[in-house]
């Protein structure tokens, strides 16, 4: 399928590894200029030269002038952002007993804020040329609590609410809105919470991870790639018309339509 997407620009944080490098990787091989941006600027530049038309760019969500220069940057070497993919690392777990004021304000910085700022930076232009994607990875844990993500749930939950709004006052625009929420897909972030879960138990890492494929109707983990064909289907052009929506790509996981 022709996605329509050559000769857009993207731009897609947290793009030095996992989910983020996946879609990068995906919009780049469709014909999408892509801006990869992270804390480690080094890290995306590497990733960058490794994908047609791709550069890399200084992003910490977490710092308002990071944001502003980033999207400069991206619009300066590549043209206006016609696609932003919201996406990042997720705050430290913990459970809604440990929850502290403080860890909550860290989170909301690096789940909530960032985001609504990059929002704001790359909309008007979108809206003003009348076509446009926002795309935010988020966790199935706003559907499904998950016990030692509760500052990830809490403020990705937010996000949710914020973005659903804001679809809905677009849709007329050409710009859509939507989330997609990973399940257990094979990234160093889920290798590190296998890790974590094992050292709680006393168990071997295999056990943990054998429990958690038994818990998948889909019998496995999945795979970035799988992850980040979804993300480029909802940039598409054949995608249009889907907008306020999340699509959750976990094999099944939660139990829920």
Not at 54 to 64: E, K, Q, T
Not at 225 to 245: D, I, M, N, P, R
């Amino acid at each position: 399928m022709d996605l329509g997407l050559t000769g857009r620009v993207a731009l897609v944080g947290g793009a030095s590894s996992g989910l983020g490098l996946g879609i990068a990787t995906a919009l780049a091989h469709e014909g999408v200029k892509v801006a990869l941006g992270a804390r480690r600027v080094e890290l995306v530049r590497e990733n960058a030269e490794r994908l047609p038309g791709a550069i890399g760019v200084s992003l910490d969500v977490r710092d308002p002038g990071s944001t502003s220069v980033a999207v400069a940057e991206t619009v300066e070497r590549l043209g206006p952002v016609d696609i932003l993919v919201l996406n990042g690392g997720g705050p430290p777990p913990a459970t809604a007993l440990d929850v502290t004021e403080e860890m909550a304000r860290d989170a909301a910085e690096l789940l909530l804020y960032g985001h609504l700022r990059l929002v704001r930076e790359c909309l008007p232009g979108m809206r003003e040329r009348g076509w446009g994607r926002v795309i935010a990875v988020s966790s199935t844990s706003i559907d499904q609590p998950i016990e030692v993500l509760a500052t990830s749930g809490m403020f990705r939950s937010a996000l949710a609410a914020y973005l659903k709004m804001l679809a809905d006052q677009l849709a007329t625009t050409g710009v859509t809105v939507n989330l997609l929420l990973p399940g257990r897909i094979s990234t160093a972030r889920v290798d590190g919470m296998d890790q974590l879960a094992a050292q709680a138990q006393d168990i071997a890492v295999e056990e943990v991870q054998f429990r958690s494929q038994r818990s998948i109707p889909a019998g496995r983990y999945g795979k970035v790639e799988e992850f980040a064909a979804a993300a480029a289907f909802l940039c598409s052009q054949s995608a249009a018309y889907v907008t306020g929506q999340r699509l959750r790509v976990d094999g099944g996981l939660v139990r829920g339509f």
